[in-house]
């Protein structure tokens, strides 16, 4: 199996993941709802806050329709990002090897020293000590003007190179999804346990890594992409 296959499949799988926990989250609300006592908590402490306890009603479901609505602008909003192409800088295929070097010699800021002829006895240099003339006024010390070294120029990725990436950034928005899903799923279950009396709330520890996997995640990105 190619890359390209093996990123499809990967995919596939990563999407039907979402869609599991997303139909997890669903059920598990249903199910639980009838059962919930007639005071419920509708806001955990996740930070220091008051749990906020209210007759039971409909509104319980919000938190699943929050978080399908959130994975749907989440996921069209992430397709912006990866439908868009990339390209990458390089060197201009008309400038050449020779032509580098000398823009490189240009660019070396200060002349050098004086020449060995100025330098001789009699020479430019003493013209005003032994002839008698009036040394004529030395030109103001100027910098080269330099020119680039290279030219460059964006260059658009090959089809299958850029094919690679974009099934790359769709991966990592997938993954994102899925850790998302798993936060909002704590969420509920918490207010169910909390409801029956089963827990305090969120278990922070669980709640606070989720986050770092999401952050660590970025970093995973880029790691993927370098090896393209």
């Known amino acids: 199996m190619d890359r390209l296959s093996w990123q499809k499949s990967s995919i596939r799988l990563l999407a039907v993941f979402n869609a599991i926990l997303l139909g997890i989250s669903w059920v598990m609300m249903i199910q639980a709802y009838p059962r919930l006592p007639q005071l419920i908590p509708y806001w955990l402490n996740l930070a220091g806050q008051s749990v906020l306890r209210a007759p039971k009603s409909l509104f319980f479901f919000i938190y699943p329709a929050a ?35 000398k823009r490189q010699e240009d660019n070396r800021g200060l002349f050098g020293p004086a020449s060995a002829e100025d330098k001789k006895p009699g020479g ?30 964006k260059r658009e990725l090959s089809p299958e190179l850029q094919a690679a990436l974009t099934n790359l950034k769709k991966e990592l928005v997938l993954l994102l999804m899925i850790f998302f899903n798993l936060i909002f799923i704590h969420i509920q279950r918490s207010l169910i346990w909390l409801a029956h009396g089963l827990s305090a709330g969120v278990n922070k520890f669980y709640f606070f890594s989720l986050i770092i996997i999401i952050l660590l995640l970025i970093p995973y990105y880029r790691f993927r992409r370098s090896l393209l």
């Open 67 to 101: 978080q399908t609505l959130f994975l749907v602008v989440f996921w069209l909003v992430g397709n912006i990002w990866v439908r868009k192409r990339e390209a990458v800088e390089g060197v201009a295929p008309g400038v050449s090897g020779a032509e580098k070097s």
């Open 124 to 153: 430019q240099g003493e013209v005003g000590a032994n002839s008698g003339q009036p040394a004529a006024a030395e030109p103001a010390f100027t910098y080269p003007v330099g020119k680039p070294a290279a030219s460059f120029e």
